[in-house]
């Protein structure tokens, strides 16, 4: 059981990224999916998730900016980051954990290496 992200980077404010997570060693499509992040100094905070039934939820923090997406085919997850700002700056993680999306972070028990996302100009 494998998740991989990629797309991370130096983004200036107002600026975009797309982050994408492969999936490999289960069965992807029921399978819940959420992006967490960590700031530095900071805690785990929920991003963005999704549910094998494609319904979403996000965060005040980036309801508007960020989407949330994914591709059964591809066994992939995507953020789409739009407008972003400094406070953005943080280690983006993905996670997984079958049935329904819940926002519960404990409850996802796979969990990718993550990829850094600095806002700044």
């Known amino acids: 059981v494998r998740l991989v992200e990629s797309g991370g980077g130096l983004a200036q404010p107002g600026g975009s990224l797309r982050l994408s997570c492969a999936a490999s060693g289960f069965s992807f499509s029921p399978y819940a999916m959420g992006w967490v992040r960590q700031a530095p100094g900071k805690g785990l905070e929920w991003v963005a998730g999704i549910g094998g039934d494609e319904k979403t939820h996000y965060s005040d923090s980036v309801k508007g900016r960020f989407t949330i997406s994914r591709d059964n085919t591809k066994n992939t997850v995507y953020l789409q980051m739009n407008s972003l700002k400094p406070e953005d700056t943080a280690v983006y993680y993905c996670?997984?954990?079958?049935?329904?999306?819940?926002?519960?972070?404990?409850?996802?028990?796979?969990w990718g290496q993550g990829t850094q996302v600095t806002v700044s100009s």
């Open positions: 996670a997984a954990k079958p049935g329904t999306l819940v926002l519960h972070i404990p409850a996802y028990d796979t």
